[in-house]
Nanobody, 125 residues
Framework: VQLQASGGGLVQAGASLRLSCAAS??????MAWFRQAPGKERESVAA????????YYADSVKGRFTISRDNAQNTLYLQMNSLKAEDTAVYLC?????????????????????WGQGTQVTVSS
């Protein structure tokens, strides 16, 4: 299975973007979005369980971002509203094939063994 992220772009502060991550096959298990800004470590943004009954959001995006998935289409989404300059980063999608939801695992990039190539999001202030 391969992951292909898309939907990034250059927007002004306050705007919205919707990122997509298309998988080439079924992605049973947890999926997540991470981001990495220049000179900073990769950080977890959001994660979602296989049947979408569990979600995690970083405090910095809570209330502004929404993670969702369409398993029939093998696609993960990240709806980003009220974007801020500090949201500027490369956004990467990732898959953890371990069955079951575990919040501690969901936050850690080491838990994910499949990664997309990333899509750039730039927010101008």
């Amino acid at each position: 299975v391969q992951l292909q992220a898309s939907g990034g772009g250059l927007v002004q502060a306050g705007a919205s973007l919707r990122l997509s991550c298309a998988a080439s096959g079924p992605t049973f298990g947890t999926m997540a979005w991470f981001r990495q800004a220049p000179g900073k470590e990769r950080e977890s943004v959001a994660a979602i369980s296989w049947i979408a009954n569990s979600r995690y959001y970083a405090d910095s995006v809570k209330g502004r971002f929404t993670i969702s998935r369409d398993n029939a289409q093998n696609t993960l989404y990240l709806q980003m509203n009220s974007l801020k300059a500090e949201d500027t980063a490369v956004y990467l999608c990732a898959h953890d094939g371990t069955t079951g939801w575990n919040l501690v695992r969901a936050k850690k990039q080491e838990s994910y063994n499949l990664w997309g190539q990333g899509t750039q999001v730039t927010v101008s202030s």
